[in-house]
């Protein structure tokens, strides 16, 4: 594939045939945008900053990873609970500003991960090809690169999803642009803020957007390598309460390697699941509905497996 076609998908996902010719190797082409976002960041010692631009960044973070677990994740990827076609589109598009692709990419990427889960085929296994590639090694090759629209039928018929994911870029450079205006906006209405569209961007966009990549990308990496593993999956799914912290119930992830179907991840009292709170708010508003449960099954296996250490640890 030529330097022009690399290119051309910078802007069209769907433009070219992704090159099986070493689909493993670091794409520099395809790669700048993702470089640059993190270069970006380095803005901060030019912009300065402000508690505005500062709090932004932070209430800006939050919100797309609620859209990330609870709508990319949770729904897109494992249908946990059931949405309006409009609230589904609206939380497609928060998903899509974290520049982590769009909708259909990411869920089926994600079911070809459980698929495969730490084997041969994972393309984020750090048992496979290290913790670097896991965490963000696999994101800059070309293997990673076309949508797997065999595995997302169900949510492809809609053209407005089908949209927003060819043209991934549109939405974060739209959101970038909004940020930047915003900014500007109020240095001139609200100058006491101490903020301006430079500042605004590279905080409420740029280094927002770096962090909340990086912690989403924690669950390929660390989450398969450190934390406590309550069932025996087939693969090293582990359950760790930083990381649920981190990204608002994803930490959980031996739990939801063991039932994928359950909209709760944290599945006890004591297991901080941020996201699962927030869709039973949203549930009680009519927004979502149908929320899966943990089955009795999975209890009775918690149960059984710890009967089981407590002896052998007796």
Not at 269 to 285: F, P, R, S
């Amino acid at each position: 594939m030529n330097t022009l076609s690399h290119l051309q998908r910078w802007f069209d996902s769907d433009a070219a045939e992704v090159s099986t010719e070493n689909p493993y190797a670091f794409n520099w082409v395809r790669c700048i945008p993702f470089i640059w976002v993190h270069l970006m960041c380095l803005g901060a010692f030019y912009v300065g900053v402000s508690a505005f631009a500062v709090g932004f960044c932070i209430a800006f973070f939050w919100l797309r990873m609620f859209a990330i677990t609870a709508f990319y994740h949770r729904y897109f990827a494992h249908r946990s609970f059931k949405t309006s076609r409009g609230w589904q589109f609206v939380f497609a598009v928060l998903g899509n500003m974290s520049a982590q692709r769009g909708p259909l990419w990411w869920a089926a990427h994600h079911r070809h991960h459980h698929q495969h889960s730490d084997q041969e085929k994972d393309l984020h296994s750090p048992a496979q090809r290290g913790f670097w590639w896991s965490h963000v090694g696999w994101f800059t090759c070309d293997a990673s690169f076309k949508t797997q629209y065999h595995r997302i039928k169900d949510f492809n018929v809609y053209p407005e999803l089908r949209f927003i994911n060819r043209y991934d870029l549109l939405v974060p450079v739209a959101t970038g642009l909004s940020i930047y205006g915003l900014g500007e906006l109020l240095a001139i209405y609200a100058p006491q803020l101490q903020t301006n569209g430079l500042q605004l961007i590279i905080w409420g966009f740029f280094i927002s957007t770096v962090l909340l990549f990086h912690s989403t990308v924690t669950i390929n990496s660390l989450a398969h390598c450190w934390g406590k593993r309550r069932f025996n999956t087939k693969d090293n799914s582990r359950n760790n309460w930083f990381l649920a912290l981190l990204t608002l119930g994803e930490g959980w992830h031996n739990n939801h390697h063991r039932w994928p179907r359950s909209a709760k991840q944290g599945f006890f009292w004591w297991e901080i699941d941020i996201t699962y709170y927030i869709l039973k708010g949203m549930a009680a508003l009519g927004i979502v509905r149908d929320l899966n449960p943990v089955p009795a099954k999975i209890y009775a296996e918690c149960a059984a497996n710890e009967t089981n250490n407590g002896a052998k640890q007796s």
